[in-house]
């Protein structure tokens, strides 16, 4: 084995050798890591990509998260492509409670021809379009996604399906309670008791709700919650609250003859029940972040978004 032994001025130059090798890694490594900030914190931006991509049809994902939803694809569903085909390849994604034209226009904008929607494009639950043929906003909104060659998709039946529905469990992330129960059950036990002015307050901060409708006692405590967001109709809630025996039901819409008044009839009858309705959209757009959240993850070689839709009425 040979020593090698190196006097004191041989010492200093190989350690300013290594220092400067070492600095130059540092300044590398900086700039790689301040170009990565800069591209994930510029989201509106062209999708173009800095990096070769794999290119992906639009049936390609459809297809990858199809494969995660237990026994799908489904015989009979609403998570049909709306406009577009599955042939399409893929230059960026949006994901968002409705394909409005305000959506639309900004995925143009953006260059983003795949629209991931949770809800129907053309009004109405299957979106048939028969009855719309002569109708001048239907024609006007199929002819900007036809020239723009922007595929539309519902994905509706499969995002609620998935082992623990999408939707739900967007929502109660963004309330903050996975603490407080199952995502895959309805009831929430919250530690310690909101009154009900304070979760009301809550829920329009942690879901960016304006207002929102209710029923009860502001000063109640509501331990017991029975989150249903979206419609899930007046039998189901109030089969609800009938056999989960809630503080308060927390729904996104109710028909008003429906549940409001079961509820009513249920505290003249001396229940301390309460009723948040947050509204449709309001409970069922965190599902789209969640699909954002979702191709993030899976094909992260593909730039994706979630616009939110909005709601389409105003407070007054």
Same mark, same amino acid.
């Given at each position: 084995?040979?020593?090698?032994?190196?006097?004191?001025?041989?010492?200093?130059?190989?350690?300013?050798?290594?220092?400067?090798?070492?600095?130059?890694?540092?300044?590398?490594?900086?700039?790689?890591?301040?170009?990565?900030?800069?591209?994930?914190?510029?989201?509106?931006?062209?999708?173009?990509?800095?990096?070769?991509?794999?290119?992906?049809?639009?049936?390609?994902?459809?297809?990858?998260?199809?494969?995660?939803?237990?026994?799908?694809?489904?015989?009979?569903?609403?998570?049909?492509?709306?406009?577009?085909?599955?042939?399409?390849?893929?230059?960026?994604?949006?994901?968002?409670?409705?394909?409005?034209?305000?959506?639309?226009?900004?995925?143009?904008?953006?260059?983003? =021809?795949?629209?991931?929607?949770?809800?129907?494009?053309?009004?109405?639950?299957?979106?048939?379009?028969?009855?719309?043929?002569?109708?001048?906003?239907?024609?006007?909104?199929?002819?900007?996604?036809?020239?723009?060659?922007?595929?539309?998709?519902? =994905?509706?039946?499969?995002?609620?399906?998935?082992?623990?529905?999408?939707?739900?469990?967007?929502?109660?992330?963004?309330?903050?309670?996975?603490?407080?129960? =199952?995502?895959?059950?309805?009831?929430?036990?919250?530690?310690?008791?909101?009154?009900?002015?304070?979760?009301?307050?809550?829920?329009?901060?942690?879901?960016?709700?304006?207002?929102? %409708?209710?029923?009860?006692?502001?000063?109640?405590?509501?331990?017991?919650? +029975?989150?249903?967001?979206?419609?899930?109709?007046?039998?189901?809630?109030?089969?609800?609250?009938?056999?989960?025996?809630?503080?308060?039901?927390?729904?996104?819409?109710?028909?008003?003859?429906?549940?409001?008044?079961?509820?009513?009839?249920? %505290?003249?009858?001396?229940?301390? +029940?309460?009723?948040?309705?947050?509204?449709?959209?309001?409970?069922?757009?965190?599902? $789209?972040?969640?699909?954002?959240?979702?191709?993030?993850?899976?094909?992260?070689?593909?730039?994706?978004?979630?616009?939110?839709?909005?709601? $389409?009425?105003?407070?007054?």
């Amino acid at each position: 084995m040979m020593i090698v032994i190196l006097d004191d001025h041989q010492n200093k130059n190989q350690m300013d050798a290594n220092n400067s090798l070492n600095r130059r890694k540092f300044i590398s490594d900086c700039t790689m890591v301040l170009g990565s900030a800069f591209i994930l914190t510029n989201p509106l931006d062209s999708f173009a990509s800095p990096f070769d991509i794999q290119a992906l049809t639009v049936g390609q994902i459809m297809d990858l998260f199809v494969k995660e939803v237990p026994n799908a694809p489904f015989s009979s569903t609403v998570d049909t492509l709306k406009s577009g085909d599955r042939e399409i390849t893929v230059t960026g994604i949006v994901t968002t409670m409705f394909a409005t034209i305000e959506v639309i226009r900004k995925a143009i904008s953006l260059k983003a =021809n795949f629209i991931i929607a949770h809800e129907p494009t053309f009004y109405n639950h299957q979106d048939q379009t028969q009855w719309l043929e002569e109708d001048e906003v239907y024609r006007y909104k199929a002819a900007l996604l036809k020239e723009n060659n922007i595929s539309v998709w519902r =994905n509706h039946d499969y995002v609620h399906s998935l082992i623990t529905d999408g939707v739900r469990k967007q929502v109660v992330e963004q309330l903050g309670w996975s603490q407080f129960g =199952n995502p895959n059950q309805p009831v929430y036990i919250l530690k310690p008791a909101p009154g009900l002015k304070e979760l009301i307050e809550h829920t329009k901060k942690k879901l960016d709700i304006p207002m929102l %409708r209710y029923m009860g006692d502001l000063n109640q405590r509501c331990e017991k919650v +029975l989150l249903m967001p979206g419609a899930a109709g007046g039998m189901p809630q109030i089969r609800g609250i009938r056999n989960n025996k809630p503080d308060v039901l927390v729904c996104g819409e109710v028909a008003e003859w429906e549940t409001a008044e079961y509820v009513r009839d249920a %505290r003249a009858k001396g229940d301390k +029940l309460a009723l948040i309705v947050m509204g449709h959209i309001a409970s069922e757009e965190p599902g $789209s972040l969640f699909m954002s959240k979702w191709l993030q993850q899976k094909i992260p070689q593909i730039k994706t978004i979630h616009l939110p839709a909005g709601n $389409s009425l105003s407070f007054l």
